[in-house]
Nanobody, 126 residues
Framework: QVQLVESGGVLVQAGDSLRLSCVAS????????VAWFRQAPGKEREFVAA????????DTIDSVNGRFTVSRDIANNTVYLQMNSLKSEDTAVYYC???????????????????WGQGTQVTVSS
């Protein structure tokens, strides 16, 4: 059984940096991609960034380009989301998700992801 556990969400000030972690367990992830989504109060869950486990190809949404970076540490089965220059509109619950067929493509559609973590709250105070 695949498990994803996020951590790192806290209350920060606008302009601060924060790194989220997603530890994956339960199987080998060579064929997977892992993504970060976020959901703000009253809004739909949206794609933020994704990375292929093998090859490290990445994709990010325009609103975080240049501020957020996704990376992975294969040895520790961990995917990171480095968030810089945080804004109040980045406030949300951040989820990581795993896509079994991610070796072939990176998806931005949440209904294509097979496994989800429980989420971690990021609050950016202005």
């Amino acid at each position: 059984q695949v498990q994803l556990v996020e951590s790192g969400g806290v209350l920060v000030q606008a302009g601060d940096s924060l790194r989220l972690s997603c530890v994956a367990s339960g199987r080998a992830f060579n064929s997977y991609a892992v993504a970060w989504f976020r959901q703000a109060p009253g809004k739909e869950r949206e794609f933020v960034a994704a990375i292929k486990w093998i090859g490290s190809s990445t994709d990010t949404i325009d609103s975080v380009n240049g501020r957020f970076t996704v990376s992975r540490d294969i040895a520790n089965n961990t995917v990171y989301l480095q968030m810089n220059s945080l804004k109040s509109e980045d406030t949300a619950v951040y989820y990581c998700a795993a896509l079994r067929q991610g070796i072939y493509y990176l998806s931005t559609r949440r209904n294509e992801y097979d496994y989800w973590g429980q989420g971690t709250q990021v609050t950016v105070s202005s």
